[in-house]
């Protein structure tokens, strides 16, 4: 069973950048898809993006193509979501979760962090 913790949210003016973490811990973190998932307030789970086992395949949801890059290190157990022109849309409470298969329903993730809050306003 995987542990994940995220970190590297936080308040950002429009047009800004962040970096997301996710440390992975208790499991084999690079037999693992790994997804970023978010939810703004009063909304529902949105799927970001998600990253193969082995980092050479990445997907992204329209809303973030372009924007947004999906990164792993398999030796350092951690996940990357480097976000770029960051727009007041984005704010939400962003998710790392790990699943052994590709899923692109969030609600089939095996594992999930606790979050970390993302607010892009002036």
């Known amino acids: 069973q995987v542990q994940l913790v995220e970190s590297g949210g936080g308040l950002v003016q429009p047009g800004g950048s962040l970096r997301l973490s996710c440390a992975a811990s208790g499991g084999t973190f690079s037999s693992y898809w790994m997804y970023w998932v978010r939810q703004a307030p009063g909304k529902g789970l949105e799927w970001v993006s998600a990253i193969n086992s082995g980092g050479g395949f990445t997907n992204y949801a329209d809303s973030v193509k372009g924007r947004f890059t999906i990164s792993r290190d398999n030796a350092k157990n951690t996940l990357y979501l480097q976000m770029n022109s960051l727009k007041p849309e984005d704010t939400a409470m962003y998710y790392c979760?790990?699943?052994?298969?590709?899923?692109?329903?969030?609600?089939?993730?095996?594992?999930w962090g606790q979050g970390t809050q993302v607010t892009v306003s002036s």
């Open positions: 979760a790990a699943d052994p298969l590709w899923h692109y329903d969030p609600n089939e993730y095996n594992y």
